[in-house]
């Protein structure tokens, strides 16, 4: 019975195309979402209520997935930085996505016209983009969106400062990873190939390294200022339970700004 099964699973993936089966996967999200309707959890993204959410992670966190639209607790945190903190659903602000969340896109597409959504996989968004060579000008977006992106690309420094090169002068990059604080710097050794051995060392299978301390540092750049906000610690206990907004671990948002552009100043004739 199981080689059948797997059997019809590979013959289903070689068939139907991926963004296809991500459509079908997240109608069965939405008929699972609606069976766990309930009052004691509540999501920003869907603006669902629930009796519970779902268990999720390598090593499982209990009650952190939205089992309507999937988001997790650094997708939470997200959506209310973004409502609260910025002015991105104004409707005025060129932005880029890395790897969108599903809850957050949705918003983001139907209050921004100039919003952009890229990855390397072409079934994950609406451009196929490699964040270490944007196909777009100096200075072009207002914000970069780049949630949990950085750990899993090998050209770190490079993807990092193409986010700030097409960062307008003003512009904002909000960046997250997950942090381990018992690491001073970020560990990360090329023999680790294997998605066994990159699993064991640093967490998940497709990570190429594991973020220290440092990353704050990692994000510096001469043009650009960093931040990092726990965002969590806006709300009381209570909200940050009902909302199940994490425990720091994977949630700080790492604010980056590129400074003003210099003008200099026009002689008097």
């Known amino acids: 019975m199981v080689p059948a099964i797997s059997s019809i699973k590979k013959i289903y993936k070689q068939l139907v195309p991926e963004r296809t089966r991500l459509n079908v996967l997240y109608l069965w999200f939405k008929i699972r979402g609606f069976m766990l309707r309930g009052t004691r959890y509540y999501c920003i993204c869907c603006n669902g209520t629930y009796q519970k959410f779902l268990d999720y992670g390598n090593i499982r966190r209990k ?53 952009i959504t890229g990855d390397i996989n072409p079934a994950l968004a609406d451009h196929k983009i490699d964040i270490t060579d944007i196909p777009y000008k100096d200075n072009y977006f207002d914000y970069v969106i780049c949630s949990h992106v950085l750990g899993h690309v090998a050209d770190e420094a490079k993807a990092i400062d193409e986010i700030y090169r097409v960062l307008d002068h003003g512009g904002t990059a909000i960046i997250m990873t997950p942090v381990d604080d018992t690491l001073e710097k970020t560990y990360e050794d090329e023999k680790i190939t294997s998605p066994h051995a990159r699993k064991l060392h640093y967490g998940e299978p497709d990570l190429l390294r594991k973020h220290g301390r440092d990353f704050h540092a990692r994000l510096k750049r001469k043009n650009i200022t960093v931040k990092a906000v726990d965002y969590r610690l806006a709300f009381s206990d209570e909200e ?26 026009k002689k008097m004739a």
């Open 240 to 265: 940050r339970e009902k909302y199940a907004l994490g425990d720091g671990r994977r949630e700080v948002l790492y604010v980056c700004t590129k400074k003003p552009e210099k003008r200099t100043p």
């Open 63 to 115: 009650n952190v997935l939205c089992p309507y639209c999937h988001s997790l607790e650094r997708t939470r945190v997200l959506m209310y930085y973004l409502q609260r903190e910025t002015d991105v659903f104004n409707g005025g602000s060129k932005i880029l996505h890395f790897a969108p969340e599903r809850g957050i896109e949705n918003h983001l597409k139907k209050a921004v016209e100039n919003y």
